[in-house]
C-alpha cells in the first residue's frame, strides 16, 4: 500500500504562484508515472500533469507554459509549480502515483484563486 501526502494548497490572487507538494511513503515498488489531477466544484477529476520516472513530461493544453512538474526519485516526491494561476485553476489537486502497476491517489489539497 503507497501513501501520498499533498501540501502547498491555498488561496492566492490572479496571476500569483503556489508550489504543491507531494511525498509518496509505505510500500514503494517501483513508481513510474507520478503526477497530479484537479476537481473543480461539480465537474469532473481532471488530469493537469504526469511525470515519468525517466523525466517525460505531459500537460494538459491549459496549463502549458505556466504550470511545470517535477520530481525527486530519491525522496519518492513530486511537484506541481504553478504560476501565472487563474481563477479556472481554483479546485482541489490531487497527487497520483503510479506504482508497479497500481494506481494511488492523494486526498487533495484545495488550491483558491481569487480574481
Known amino acids: 500500500q503507497v501513501h501520498l501526502g499533498e501540501s502547498g494548497g491555498g488561496l492566492v490572487q490572479a496571476g500569483g504562484s503556489l508550489r504543491l507538494s507531494c511525498a509518496a511513503s509505505?510500500?514503494?515498488?517501483?513508481?513510474?508515472?507520478m503526477g497530479w489531477y484537479r476537481q473543480a466544484p461539480g465537474k469532473q477529476r481532471d488530469l493537469v500533469a504526469l511525470?515519468?520516472?525517466?523525466?517525460?513530461?505531459h500537460y494538459v493544453d491549459s496549463v502549458k507554459g505556466r504550470f511545470t512538474i517535477s520530481r525527486d526519485n530519491a525522496k519518492n516526491m513530486v511537484y506541481l509549480q504553478m504560476n501565472s494561476l487563474k481563477p479556472e485553476d481554483t479546485a482541489v489537486y490531487y497527487c497520483?502515483?503510479?506504482?508497479?502497476?497500481?494506481?494511488?491517489w492523494g486526498k487533495g489539497t484545495p488550491v483558491t484563486v481569487s480574481s
Open positions: 497520483y502515483v503510479a506504482d508497479n502497476g497500481i494506481s494511488y
Open positions: 509505505g510500500s514503494i515498488f517501483s513508481i513510474n508515472v
Open positions: 511525470i515519468a520516472s525517466g523525466g517525460s513530461t
